[in-house]
């Protein structure tokens, strides 16, 4: 979209999505997964600053519109995944990460994200001194670059209407059920 600006949440995140994704392009088909951690007092602090709701609250999408983030700050970790595979990811031929964006989105491999429930702190954990040990609260996400062309293809033939997010023949596919058409739920500027 023209003039779209991303989500804030989401930029804080671009170097940990591209260690999480570049581990997926190694390793196509296989979940890849790190622990998210709830945003300190410092990320919730700069959230308010912005103007932005709780890090800690409900996801703003609805449920039934795909990936359940969970929370706002899960939501801003999935959207930075997507936003560098999308423009960013290296070629088919391998290499690094590009600098510049692409001329065009890319559109080959399915992206699976899956953010799990919340594992609150190991007793040793204080969040006054987080560098003295313990483990902080915290979520896991899992990644998966699942296969493209004819096997995606057949995958999606065999998916019910209500499970899909384009529905219809393929090249004239619409939105559908699960489509999340996101931009009409942005909470930033």
């Not at 308010?48 to 709780?54: C, E, F, I, M, R």
């Given at each position: 979209?023209?003039?779209?600006?991303?989500?804030?949440?989401?930029v804080?995140?671009?170097?940990?999505?591209?260690?999480?994704?570049?581990?997926?392009?190694?390793?196509?088909?296989?979940?890849?997964q790190?622990?998210?951690?709830?945003?300190?007092i410092?990320?919730?602090?700069w959230?308010?600053?912005?103007?932005?709701?709780?890090?800690?609250g409900?996801?703003?999408?609805?449920?039934?519109?795909?990936?359940?983030?969970?929370?706002?700050?899960?939501?801003?970790f999935a959207?930075?995944?997507?936003?560098?595979?999308k423009?960013?990811?290296?070629?088919a031929?391998?290499?690094?990460?590009?600098?510049?964006r692409?001329?065009?989105?890319r559109?080959?491999?399915?992206?699976?994200?899956?953010?799990?429930r919340?594992?609150?702190?190991s007793?040793g954990?204080?969040?006054a001194?987080?560098?003295?040990?313990?483990?902080?609260?915290?979520?896991?996400?899992?990644?998966?670059?699942?296969?493209?062309?004819?096997?995606?293809?057949?995958a999606?033939?065999?998916?019910?209407?209500?499970?899909?997010a384009?529905?219809?023949?393929?090249?004239?596919?619409?939105?559908?059920?699960?489509?999340?058409?996101?931009?009409?739920?942005?909470?930033?500027?």
């Open positions: 979209m023209p003039g779209a600006t991303r989500d804030p949440v989401s804080r995140f671009d170097g940990p999505a591209r260690r999480l994704l570049a581990r997926a392009y190694a390793h196509p088909g296989a979940w890849q790190i622990w998210l951690p709830d945003p300190d410092r990320a919730r602090t959230a308010a600053a912005l103007g932005l709701p709780d890090l800690t409900p996801d703003p999408l609805p449920k039934g519109g795909g990936l359940d983030a969970r929370t706002r700050w899960g939501r801003g959207r930075s995944l997507y936003f560098q595979h423009w960013y990811s290296p070629g031929k391998g290499g690094g990460w590009r600098s510049d692409r001329a065009s989105p559109n080959t491999g399915g992206l699976r994200v899956e953010i799990g919340h594992v609150p702190a007793p954990f204080d969040p001194r987080p560098m003295a040990g313990g483990l902080p609260p915290r979520r896991r996400v899992r990644v998966q670059l699942a296969a493209g062309g004819k096997a995606k293809d057949a999606v033939d065999r998916m019910a209407n209500a499970g899909r384009f529905t219809g023949p393929k090249g004239a596919r619409t939105p559908g059920p699960r489509w999340g058409g996101a931009y009409k739920y942005r909470d930033w500027a």
